[in-house]
């Protein structure tokens, strides 16, 4: 079998590797649970590649995500659910109905006009997918609540802004910032009576009561925490590998630094790097 630009030599790849008899034995016994962490990660590293502006890096990191909507594609069809040719069908559907101002006749023409049409078409979908599961004699959960769209799979952090921005749809928000400000105090000082308590699942609870604040006031500044806190850890490596680079000039480690002269150098770090 030869490498192929076409889709689907990718997919009779795949269906080689499940073949029960003459496939790979590792990927014949996965299933959806155990690739999930797989899917996940590929995208984080698509995202990394992203953040590094290394294309070589993001052609083979995105043909491994796409592996990935392969593999799960694969074992469904394998349960009798769906193909791959399913869902490349469902998203080009879902493309074209939620975009009729370029694929049909529509008056949205600025991006406002847009964002609201494309809700409004969601609305529909949502209540279309519940009729379906009715049919299918599946009950309600809790994805039919207004927060049930927002994945519990996400990162804590873009969990906290989407359930903030589903929220606010329904007017469950804050006017501006500046009251955010100050629920972040009141969520500090509540951490510190925790803190003095010395009850670990307090303290737990009120951390999070914490970030969730914090989050609240990125989203109403337009920053996404998310990348925020990416740009943080960048930030911070930097500065680190500074005064790593420093000491090891010296002939020195880390290990063998006291406190006092990393925070010197990483003061002397902030100026540079």
Same mark, same amino acid.
């Given at each position: 079998?030869?490498? %192929?630009?076409?889709? %689907?030599?990718?997919?009779?790849?795949?269906?080689?590797?499940?073949?029960?008899?003459?496939?790979?034995?590792?990927?014949?016994?996965?299933?959806?649970?155990?690739?999930?962490?797989?899917?996940?990660?590929?995208?984080?590293?698509? =995202?990394?590649?992203? *953040?590094?502006?290394?294309?070589?890096?993001?052609?083979?990191?995105?043909?491994?995500?796409?592996?990935?909507?392969?593999?799960?594609?694969?074992? =469904?069809?394998?349960?009798?659910?769906? %193909?791959?040719?399913?869902?490349? /069908?469902?998203?080009?559907?879902?493309?074209?109905?939620? /975009?009729? /101002?370029?694929?049909?006749?529509?008056? =949205?023409?600025?991006?406002?006009?847009?964002?609201?049409?494309?809700? +409004?078409?969601?609305?529909?979908?949502?209540?279309?997918?519940?009729?379906?599961?009715?049919?299918?004699?599946?009950?309600?959960?809790?994805?039919?609540? /207004?927060?049930?769209?927002?994945?519990? %799979?996400?990162?804590?952090?873009? *969990?906290?802004?989407?359930?903030?921005?589903?929220?606010?749809?329904?007017?469950?928000?804050?006017? +501006?910032? =500046?009251?955010?400000?100050?629920?972040?105090?009141?969520?500090?000082?509540?951490?510190?009576?925790?803190l003095a308590s010395n009850e670990q699942e307090k303290v737990a609870d009120e951390l999070g009561d914490l970030i969730f604040a914090v989050v609240n006031i990125g989203r109403h500044v337009k920053a996404d925490p998310e990348n925020a806190l990416r740009g943080t850890n960048t930030k911070f490596r930097r500065r680190f590998g500074y005064i790593e680079d420093r000491l090891k000039?010296?002939?020195?480690?880390?290990?063998?630094?006291?406190?006092?002269?990393?925070?010197?150098?990483?003061?002397?770090?902030?100026?540079?790097?």
């Amino acid at each position: 079998m030869e490498p %192929s630009k076409d889709v %689907s030599r990718l997919i009779e790849i795949m269906a080689a590797l499940r073949n029960p008899e003459t496939g790979c034995p590792w990927d014949i016994v996965q299933n959806f649970e155990t690739i999930k962490p797989y899917t996940v990660e590929e995208a984080y590293e698509v =995202a990394d590649a992203i *953040e590094r502006n290394d294309m070589d890096d993001l052609c083979e990191e995105l043909g491994d995500l796409l592996l990935q909507v392969v593999f799960h594609s694969r074992m =469904a069809e394998e349960a009798g659910e769906f %193909s791959f040719g399913d869902v490349v /069908h469902a998203v080009t559907r879902k493309m074209i109905r939620r /975009h009729p /101002h370029v694929f049909a006749v529509s008056d =949205a023409q600025t991006p406002d006009q847009v964002k609201l049409q494309w809700d +409004e078409i969601k609305r529909q979908e949502k209540a279309e997918r519940a009729e379906r599961r009715a049919r299918r004699g599946l009950t309600a959960d809790a994805t039919d609540r /207004h927060l049930g769209s927002v994945q519990r %799979s996400f990162p804590a952090l873009t *969990e906290a802004l989407k359930i903030q921005e589903r929220a606010a749809k329904v007017g469950f928000d804050w006017s +501006e910032a =500046a009251p955010i400000l100050d629920k972040i105090e009141e969520e500090i000082g509540e951490l510190r009576e925790a803190l003095a308590s010395n009850e670990q699942e307090k303290v737990a609870d009120e951390l999070g009561d914490l970030i969730f604040a914090v989050v609240n006031i990125g989203r109403h500044v337009k920053a996404d925490p998310e990348n925020a806190l990416r740009g943080t850890n960048t930030k911070f490596r930097r500065r680190f590998g500074y005064i790593e680079d420093r000491l090891k000039a010296e002939g020195r480690t880390l290990g063998g630094a006291t406190l006092d002269e990393m925070e010197a150098l990483w003061q002397e770090a902030k100026g540079k790097v």
